[in-house]
């Protein structure tokens, strides 16, 4: 059995349960080094301080997870096959019902809940959510490694996106040249949707890129990141285009102090509430508070938005090994957004910034 699963059987024990199947994506490479897309099919580790690990997989992907490293048990089924039953005659088979099982309720359908329920009619459920998120939440030298060269193809990804500014081009077509360029890197996917916004657009925090062109005086924000063996990047950065106002410049500069500054607060021990503060005085001393809609970051690691939520009411300290964003913006209805985000690994004397792109303010042509 391999560390991780280890552990997770450790946290099973400590809280008294004896058993988890998990079936998320994330957590299930996580657990077995197997990374795959399931779609609507069912892949799982299933956990038990009374057996030895089990997977669960479609038969067409049987040899890819024994190819990935899994040595263990393996239950693999044909699509007209019932995984759930072939499930249960393993259990029965062994005479190892559990008697309590974690599911992560955060992934869980309730058609996979019904299921589960029908086959375990005696089993107490449980949430391990929790648990799997501290498992994940501190990484290793490893994930360290990777998380680093993502973000330097989210560095170059970029870099690309800034130099295919011109009069005239599209945010899409800025999206697809990024997107291309990275295939030629050899990034497989991006690890979200690529963002690519001009003009007043910058002021929705989500917005949607479309045919809209890049004209002078627009701003341009770009959000990306890509999925490097397994794990991703994620980063922003806003531009202006041959000419930039003095309002602009000004949100400019306060948005990259307040990145500067919760950058300085990330300290360990130190609270993640803290982190949101230091950039949201910044932020509010300026005028700007209202402008300022969303929490100040994420975690980052196999998800691009996984545990912590780096909002204002969280009491968690941060600890060395954690993988998070800092991503302060302001957002003006008819004059435009900026946000500028970046990587962060916490070390045990503070805050390494991990993506590398230049972040004083350019102006493009």
Request: charge should be negative; aromatic fraction near 8%; glycine fraction near 6%.
């Amino acid at each position: 059995m391999n560390e991780r699963l280890n552990n997770l059987l450790r946290k099973l024990q400590n809280n008294n349960m004896d058993s988890a199947l998990i079936t998320s994506k994330a957590n299930f490479y996580y657990l077995t080094n197997y990374y795959t897309e399931p779609h609507e099919r069912l892949i799982g580790v299933f956990v038990s301080n009374r057996l030895d690990p089990v997977m669960i997989v479609p038969k067409m992907e049987a040899e890819d997870a024994r190819a990935a490293g899994w040595s263990g048990e393996l239950i693999s089924y044909f699509d007209h096959e019932d995984p759930w039953k072939l499930f249960l005659d393993y259990l029965t088979k062994h005479n190892k019902v559990p008697q309590s099982i974690g599911l992560e309720h955060d992934h869980i359908t309730l058609e996979r809940l019904e299921a589960i329920e029908r086959i375990l009619p005696k089993t107490t459920i449980f949430d391990v959510k929790e648990i799997m998120a501290n498992l994940r939440v501190v990484k290793n030298k490893k994930e360290y490694t990777l998380l680093k060269q993502a973000a330097a193809l989210a560095d170059f990804g970029i870099e690309t996106g800034v130099n295919a500014i011109s009069e005239g081009v599209t945010e899409l077509e800025l999206i697809a040249k990024i997107e291309y360029e990275l295939k030629k890197q050899g990034v497989r996917e991006m690890s979200f949707t690529t963002m690519a916004l001009a003009g007043a657009k910058t002021a929705s925090p989500h917005g949607t890129p479309s045919n809209v062109k890049i004209t002078p005086g627009d701003l341009v924000l770009f959000d990306l990141g890509v999925i490097f063996e397994g794990y991703c990047s994620d980063i922003t950065r806003t531009v202006a285009y041959k000419s930039i106002t003095d309002e602009q410049k000004q949100i400019y500069k306060t948005v990259l102090a307040a990145e500067l500054h919760a950058i300085d607060a990330s300290k360990p021990n130190t609270a993640v509430g803290k982190v949101d503060y230091a950039a949201r005085e910044t932020i509010e001393k300026a005028g700007y508070g209202d402008y300022f809609t969303h929490r100040i970051g994420h975690g980052l690691g196999i998800e691009t938005h996984e545990y912590p939520s780096m909002h204002s009411n969280n009491e968690l300290p941060l600890k060395s090994g954690m993988c998070f964003t800092i991503e302060p913006g302001i957002y003006m209805p008819n004059i435009g957004g900026v946000r500028i985000e970046d990587m962060i690994f916490m070390t045990e004397k503070g805050a390494e910034i991990l993506t590398a792109y230049p972040k004083q303010l350019q102006i493009i042509g």
